[in-house]
């Protein structure tokens, strides 16, 4: 069964304190892995998309990686401004659907 | 710097009553989408279209219909809205060379 999980549901980060989210998946025929940020009663804001293994991509204190089973969100000296929920999901062959991950709720204390 | 909006942000409506929610995005993209989320459910995409007139059923069409008349702008129709339709309703536009993505801000309907 294609799946997209995601771990830890809600991670609480000191100011500065470094840490990864991970999403861990299984689809047949991966057209790409999304990354993305949605804060309260707003819509999902795209981050990344990454296509293939070992690919890497950076924004500001945001790194994502990819495996061939697992991506990374690996955050960098977190600023409370980084409080959201980050929500992965893939897209895979048969059409552009995309199976969305239940998402990490990141709290950043200052 | 307007990319994708939607109709309304709230929206209270009676069961059985037919709801429209529209979403328009100014980037000429080709595919849009529906979605809804859920807390525990995480987003389901309802349906989808990859050009003017198309359009495909996503995971959970049931008791939904869309219509996409005009490139940019994409709508999702509620026949006879029931409680279990309370949700909030996200659009996406997709461009599928760029795989440039972008959610309107959000509908959350309640259904009473």
């Known amino acids: 069964e294609d799946q997209v999980t995601q771990s830890p549901e809600a991670l609480r980060l000191q100011e500065g304190e470094s840490s990864s989210l991970n999403c861990s998946y299984t689809v047949s025929g991966l057209r790409g892995l999304f990354w993305y940020r949605q804060d309260p009663g707003k819509g999902p804001e795209f981050l990344f998309t990454?296509?293939?293994a070992g690919e890497e991509k950076e924004k500001e204190r945001l790194k994502a990686t990819l495996t061939k089973k697992e991506s990374f969100l690996h955050i960098t000296a977190p600023k409370p401004e980084d409080s959201a929920t980050y929500l992965c999901?893939?897209?895979?062959?048969?059409?552009?659907?995309?199976?969305f991950g239940a998402g990490t709720r990141l709290f950043v204390k200052a | 710097d307007v990319k994708v909006t939607q109709s309304s942000r709230y929206l209270v409506k009676r069961t059985g009553e037919k709801v429209f929610l529209e979403c328009v995005q100014d980037m000429d993209h080709e595919n849009m989408f529906w979605y809804r989320q859920d807390p525990g459910l995480g987003l389901r995409l309802i349906y989808f279209?990859?050009?003017?007139?198309?359009?495909e059923k996503g995971d959970i069409p049931e008791g939904y219909s869309v219509s996409r008349e005009k490139k940019e702008r994409f709508s999702l129709i509620l026949e006879s809205a029931s409680t279990n339709q309370t949700s909030m309703y996200l659009c996406k536009s997709f461009d599928s060379s760029s795989y440039e993505q972008y959610f309107g801000p959000g509908t959350r309907l309640t259904v009473t």
């Open positions: 999901a893939v897209g895979y062959t048969g059409g552009f659907k995309t199976i």
């Open positions: 279209s990859y050009d003017v007139k198309m359009k």
């Open positions: 990454l296509y293939s």
